[in-house]
């Protein structure tokens, strides 16, 4: 007989571990299933039985591929192999007490999703044998409008929220994200920004309870989890944590009549010096006024390409009140009144979400975003204005083929958020910071080199705006996920000295508390991703 080749004898050795591994983790997802079938608990305590075929899905299951597919929110995350061997969608707290101790008993990790928006696809995206839980049926929301709060959870989106309130009362709001098929799982554990902000704050700073399942399978409240894991959670990041059940939030007061505008500007309309001016002043204004920046190219009317500003703007309050604000504070923009439009704080949502063609409410809880393509971005936060030769530096880049769908964004910071201590919650980037900037490219045709192309565009904007942001650390947004500013080790233990090459950015000085919290309430690392927060216990499970 013929000794084998090296190379034969390799892919044996690789064909006969495939196999291993193959079956091993069917072995394990059986295992897993039967886990959660077996669990007392959840037998005794169940209205919804978790065998019932809505619950858990698994690849041979019909269901699988669209319950999968239906919150994925970036096409780069689509086709991805790295898919969960089992999706669980609870109907209650019970199912998800079983999927965290059943995933434990049989070495799967879990990946929480409420509504799919991950930059990164953290939430259903994992190179290890995982779970997907995915809250989709967790979205109830009651609204006390007397006692201006309420209950959300999770799996609602931030568009249910604003509808429901609407419909007790016209006067109160609450400050969150513009678009509304984003999730009140992350967008809550990560911040939450949009037009009330300057005014009131992020979403996080006005949760005043929520329910966790802890590691332990523990159903806590705001007492029984302890100021400390409360405080985690509110702008942490919840994957690190637990699961999230619910949240209670304190509504805040609108006008009955905003006033929004949209206004482009050309670098021929002297865009570039209205937007250094803008610099200037946008984090000063009158907190009832929000005006931020969106910057992408257009098809110049002259031919050839240009470079267009729009100003989107929110005002709380009248038109007759909002003219003399801009004349005084912002004559540049030359605003005219033609130009605005007054309306109830509702239909803002939609205008600013972008539904100006007669909607009604009621889009505000469809779950379907309506263009989603793929995407990367990138975030950054800037304390001293960008010169105008920075800025027009910026343009050339908008002009090169990956940029034909690229957008730069300035949200203007100031008012409520000068008035938060950077401890309050983990999220830190509070006075000092003037505006906060998000960098997107999208793309719409298939295929992984076209994918780099573009990803390789914008890590160059990134490297062109160093020097006009903030330095030392390069401060980030975690909602806007990045996984180009640091990861954890994938399947090792990862240090606190690794995990603070991004944890910094994120979190500045409040990293070190997240990794104390984490160390208390998840010691071995059971909740982990390629950015969660790692335990401080040295070593922690593998
Ligand atoms: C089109 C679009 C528009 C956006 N607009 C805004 C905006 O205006 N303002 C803004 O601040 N942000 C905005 N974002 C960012 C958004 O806030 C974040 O992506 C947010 O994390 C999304 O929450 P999600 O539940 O939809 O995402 P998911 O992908 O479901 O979750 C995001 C992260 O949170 C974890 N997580 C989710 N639910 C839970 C839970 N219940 N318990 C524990 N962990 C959980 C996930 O595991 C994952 O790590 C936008 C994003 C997109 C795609
Ligand atoms: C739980 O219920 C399933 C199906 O209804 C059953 O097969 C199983 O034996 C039960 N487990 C316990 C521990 O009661
Ligand atoms: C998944 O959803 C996207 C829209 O989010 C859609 O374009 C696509 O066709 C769906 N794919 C599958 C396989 O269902
Ligand atoms: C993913 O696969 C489905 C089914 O093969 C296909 O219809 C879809 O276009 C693919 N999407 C991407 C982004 O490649
Ligand atoms: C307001 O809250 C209090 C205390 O939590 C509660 O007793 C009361 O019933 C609530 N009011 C309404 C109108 O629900
Ligand atoms: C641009 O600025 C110049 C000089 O400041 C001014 O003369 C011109 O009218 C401005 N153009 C527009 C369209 O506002
Ligand atoms: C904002 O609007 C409210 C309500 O109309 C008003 O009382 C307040 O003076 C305005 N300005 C500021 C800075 O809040
Ligand atoms: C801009 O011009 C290009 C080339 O002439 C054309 O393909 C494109 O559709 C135009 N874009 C818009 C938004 O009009
Ligand atoms: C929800 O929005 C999507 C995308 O815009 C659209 O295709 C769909 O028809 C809408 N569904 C309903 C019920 O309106």
């Known amino acids: ?76 995350f689509e086709n991805t192999s790295l898919k969960p061997l089992v999706i669980v969608t609870p109907h209650q707290v019970s199912h998800i007490q079983a999927t965290i101790l059943c995933s434990q008993r049989h070495g799967l990790q879990i990946r929480t999703r409420s509504g799919g928006h991950d930059y990164e696809g953290l939430s259903y995206v994992s190179e290890v044998p995982f779970v997907v839980i995915d809250l989709i049926n967790l979205r109830q929301i009651e609204v006390d409008e007397k006692n201006r709060t309420a209950w959300v959870q999770s799996g609602a989106t931030i568009g249910e929220l604003y509808y429901r309130i609407s419909e007790k009362s016209k006067t109160l709001g609450f400050p969150a994200g513009v678009c509304p098929t984003v999730g009140i799982g992350g967008h809550f554990s990560g911040g939450g920004y949009g037009f009330l902000m300057r005014k009131y704050g992020l979403a996080a700073d006005n949760v005043i309870d929520a329910h966790i399942i802890d590691v332990n399978g523990k159903l806590l409240d705001r007492e029984s989890m302890g100021e400390d894991l409360f405080w985690a959670i509110r702008g942490g990041g919840g994957a690190s944590f637990g699961v999230i059940v619910d949240w209670k939030v304190k509504l805040v007061s609108v006008p009955s009549t905003v006033t929004v505008f949209r206004v482009p500007r050309t670098l021929e309309q002297n865009a ?57 504070n912002f004559p540049e923009l030359g605003l005219v009144r033609e130009d605005c439009t007054e309306m109830s704080w509702i239909e803002s949502v939609l205008y600013i979400a972008g539904f100006t063609n007669g909607q009604t409410p009621e889009v505000l809880l469809n779950r379907t ?98 020097p006009y942001v903030s330095k030392s650390p390069r401060a980030a947004y975690i909602n806007y996920r990045d996984l180009d500013i640091g990861v954890n080790n994938n399947k090792g233990y990862t240090s606190y000295r690794q995990a603070s090459i991004w944890g910094l950015k994120y979190f500045n000085n409040n990293f070190h508390r997240l990794a104390k919290v984490k160390t208390m309430v998840d010691p071995l690392n059971f909740f982990r991703n390629e950015q969660s927060i790692p335990s401080l216990v040295s070593k922690g499970r593998k």
């Not at 090296?6 to 299933?33: C, D, G, N, P, Q």
């Not at 978790?50 to 669209?66: A, F, L, P, R």
């Not at 975003?369 to 910026?394: C, H, M, T, W």
């Open 1 to 76: 007989m013929k000794p084998l080749s090296l190379r034969a004898f390799f892919s044996i050795v690789a064909i006969a571990l495939l196999l291993s591994f193959t079956s091993s983790s069917a072995h394990t997802h059986e295992k897993f299933i039967q886990c959660l079938h077996n669990y007392p608990h959840i037998n005794s305590s169940s209205t919804t039985s978790i065998s019932n075929s809505n619950v858990v899905h698994t690849q041979t299951d019909s269901s699988y591929t669209s319950t999968l597919n239906f919150s994925i929110q970036n096409l780069r």
């Open 272 to 328: 570039t010096k209205i937007i250094h001016k803008w610099q200037l002043v946008a984090n000063k204004l009158d907190k009832n006024l929000t005006v931020r920046i969106n910057m992408n190219r257009v098809n110049s009317s002259k031919g050839g390409l240009t470079i267009q500003a729009t100003f989107e703007s929110m005002f709380l309050g009248g038109v007759e009140q909002l003219i003399p604000l801009m004349e005084e």
């Open 369 to 466: 975003q309506s263009n989603v393509l793929f995407f990367k971005a990138k975030s950054d936060y800037v304390r001293e204005p960008i010169p105008e030769v920075g800025l027009e530096g910026l343009w050339p880049l908008f002009y090169e083929d990956e940029a034909e769908a690229a957008l730069v964004q300035f949200t203007p910071y100031g008012g409520k958020m000068d008035e938060i201590s950077e401890s309050e919650i983990p999220f830190p980037h509070r006075s000092g910071y003037m505006f906060h900037i998000q960098h997107l490219v999208y793309w719409e045709e298939k295929g992984e080199e076209v994918a780099q192309r573009h990803i390789k565009w914008i890590r160059k904007l990134f490297r062109y705006v160093e």
